[in-house]
């Protein structure tokens, strides 16, 4: 085990050599593209229509830069955007002109549309300059909002919302959008006069999508570290008292068929609170929450041998969610926010987060749940400390503490799963290269747990290269085997996984074929004594169409010695042996139709060796096709076939998903969808119905059902109608 943890340290100890190495200062990479923005030389009224004396005398960003299909050239489609404000909102116009006839490609008029479906402008604030975090805003060429809150320098979390106006306007060459941001909705620095910018423009008509201050094409548009500068001719004004109360009243009735029992009739009453207690910090107050408005998961079939993550979808959790949730790796997250109140009813919480100052971020939260009769669980108590310093020009150092501790807490033989506390101590590094084309994390973390001593730490880091023609990575991973953590998610312990990978892009002289190359990645899997237990070789040909449609050659080795005992079927049956070894071969191969069609569709397929010397093949296929900009139908299908000897024999598998989206106003949404699992021997019906009434303030009428197949009938049933406000004191 010493010389284990020497080689794990040594290869720490370079990762980290290498990240101060690469994460120098450097001069903002596109400083010399500059916006003016002045004080309205006249009142705005947002209508779409550029006539007020303001726009006239506005400064136009415009000659905007190709990022795809390639960043070699000025945009072939115009854009010119401009911006002013007065002492409650930014404002900004833009207009889109198009190069080629026909319609606009929207999809919906559902706020949050998907960015690939849609004629659009969207635009990035970087309002610290710190080049990592900040906030998006974008409108669809029929005025559908779209915006999210800004983490890791490029990435958009779009479960935050807030208030905001836009107004669109078509035209026979061009289409203009309107919109006004007030300063309460966005947090910034005090005294600031220079922000960072980007505009972004994506015509589907042309396939083009553009930049404003120019962007390497392996980067999305989002990338803070090309972003130009907004430049305020005085400070923006500090916005004043900001809090608003969003309280909401529900009424359910749910009935378990299966149990013959008798329906049950409840209401409930609470409130959420956001205390604005500077233009960069922000307290979150909830007292009995409810997210029963939240869409239910979406259902897959399992065959994977660890527990599957789902992402967080409850609104609370979410803003500056990236401080607490994308702390460690996918599959080392020492918190993750699902453990909390799921099937246990929250009683109250508060949350700390934002910023401090330019350099320090901090997220404190606390929840406390209630107990739980019916399995003796006492009461529990969540609380989380996020720290984390920019340091360099790009990168920052994470802390993280996660402590669970039982109220009132008493033994229970019956149930020795629950304990008194558990806690987890972490340190993170995250590099980013002025550039961006250096990324890179190490990380360390212990876990404390009643009567547990030794191996109970864990230790990873990543380095990436991505430029325009090839991307290469390194990963390493050492969880512990007596790593704990109960508010994260960390589905194997007692193992170091190794992750080299290497992809490779040509760029043909072709009129159909963007771009086409190769891509290896390489995952063996050692337990804590150096013994193999996985190995995974992949080795795929990715082709991208010029048309935005996409083609993956799939092929695979896989080999497994099993650690525990494993259904392959992953339905209750028979298991296979731990210690028993499983080696299996896999080609196959997927296709993504274009985007800006009506029609879209996209399937995949593969054929192979599985568990047992068995053999698998699996198909999938998603068909949609859009009315738009109000109706979306789509029909998603997965099967899986396994061929097993006794006593799994045959297995098939079906996962058959519908769904349809109905906006009838950019106010009115209707959500519909089917899911059909016969793994799980189930059918269930979910549709939902919100009405925003007012600015972020809902109606929701969410029904579900849950069907048995065979022989048919209701499983369970519920209905829930909740009214919530959003009021500013």
Not at 205 to 212: D, G, L
Not at 561 to 578: C, I, K, M, V
Request: a neutral charge; hydrophobic letters at 40%.
């Amino acid at each position: 085990m010493s010389a284990t943890f020497t080689r794990l340290k040594q290869a720490l100890l370079l990762c980290a050599g290498l990240f101060l190495c690469l994460a120098a200062h450097g001069q903002k990479i596109n400083d010399k593209y500059r916006l003016h923005i002045r004080k309205a030389s006249s009142p705005i009224r947002v209508d779409g229509v550029l006539d007020e004396q303001a726009w006239l005398d506005a400064e136009v960003a415009t000659d905007f830069y190709s990022v795809l299909p390639m960043d070699t050239s000025f945009a072939r489609v115009k854009t010119e955007v401009r911006m002013t404000y007065d002492d409650q909102q930014i404002y900004m116009i833009v207009t889109c002109f198009h190069l080629l006839p026909g319609p606009y490609y929207v999809e919906s008029l559902r706020r949050d549309w998907t960015f690939g479906k849609n004629d659009n402008f969207i635009f990035f604030f970087d309002t610290f300059n710190d080049l990592t975090s900040g906030f998006a805003f974008g409108a669809n060429a029929v005025g559908a909002q779209w915006d999210g809150i800004m983490y890791e320098g490029s990435k958009v979390d779009l479960s935050w919302d807030n208030k905001w106006v836009t107004v669109a306007k078509t035209y026979e060459d061009r289409y203009i959008l309107e919109l006004a941001i007030p300063f309460k909705s966005i947090r910034y620095k005090k005294g600031i006069s220079e922000w960072g910018v980007n505009f972004s423009r994506l015509d589907l008509k042309t396939t083009e999508k553009s930049a404003w201050a120019p962007v390497p094409r392996q980067f999305p548009t989002a990338s803070l570290a090309y972003t130009g500068v907004l430049v305020w001719d005085q400070p923006p004004p500090v916005p004043g008292a900001n809090i608003s109360v969003i309280p909401y009243a529900l009424g359910r009735t749910t009935k378990d068929f299966s149990q013959d029992a008798k329906a049950d009739y409840h209401g409930e009453l609470g409130a959420d609170a956001k205390i604005a207690l500077n233009s960069s910090l922000n307290l979150d107050l909830t007292v009995n929450p409810d997210f029963s408005q939240v869409e239910v998961d979406q259902q897959v079939t399992n065959l994977d041998r660890f527990e599957l993550f789902f992402p967080e979808r409850r609104q609370f959790f979410l803003e500056n969610g990236d401080l607490f949730a994308n702390f460690g790796y996918s599959t080392i997250r020492p918190f993750f926010s699902r453990r909390i109140g799921l099937g246990v009813p929250i009683r109250f919480g508060a949350r700390l987060s934002g910023k401090l100052d330019k350099n320090w971020r901090i997220g404190l939260m606390d929840m406390q749940t209630d107990r739980v009769a019916e399995t003796s669980l006492s009461g529990q108590n969540y609380a989380v400390l996020a720290l984390q310093r920019k340091v360099f020009a790009r990168s920052n150092i994470g802390l993280l503490a996660v402590n669970r501790e039982a109220l009132d807490f008493t033994p229970d033989a019956a149930h020795p799963e629950h304990t008194r506390y558990n806690r987890n101590l972490g340190l993170e590094y995250n590099l980013a290269s002025p550039n961006n084309l250096w990324t890179g994390k190490a990380l360390f973390l212990k876990s404390f747990s009643p009567g547990v001593s030794g191996k109970d730490v864990t230790h990873a880091a990543n380095l990436q290269y991505a430029s325009r023609k090839f991307t290469v990575a390194w990963q390493h991973e050492y969880v512990g085997e007596n790593y704990n953590a109960e508010v994260g998610y960390v589905p194997r312990t007692g193992f170091i996984r190794l992750s080299p990978k290497a992809l490779f892009n040509f760029f043909p002289n072709s009129k159909a074929i963007l771009s086409h190359g190769p891509e290896l990645s390489f995952i063996p899997v050692f337990n804590t004594d150096f013994h193999l237990t996985d190995n995974s070789v992949q080795l795929n040909y990715n082709v991208a169409f010029r048309d935005q449609s996409v083609f993956k050659l799939i092929t695979q080795s896989d080999f497994v010695e099993l650690q525990f005992p494993f259904d392959p079927t992953n339905n209750g049956n028979d298991t296979l042996a731990t210690g028993s070894r499983h080696q299996a071969n896999y080609a196959g191969f997927q296709f993504t139709s274009k985007p800006q069609s009506l029609l879209t569709y996209g399937f995949s397929a593969g054929f192979g060796g599985y568990f047992a010397k068995g053999k698998r093949a699996n198909a999938s296929a998603n068909l949609g096709y859009r009315f738009q900009p109000y109706v979306s139908v789509v029909l998603n299908a997965t099967y899986n076939r396994l061929d097993l000897p006794e006593p799994w024999n045959t297995s098939n598998f079906w996962l058959i998903g519908p769904r349809i989206d109905v906006t009838m106003t950019n106010k009115l949404y209707l959500t519909a969808f089917l899911q059909y699992n016969n793994q799980q021997d189930n059918i269930n019906l979910n549709t939902r119905l919100q009405w925003r009434y007012a600015p972020v303030s809902d109606l929701f009428i969410v029904y579900t059902d849950n069907y048995l197949p065979a022989p048919f009938g209701v499983k369970n049933r519920a209905l829930v109608v909740k009214v919530t406000y959003w009021w500013n004191v």
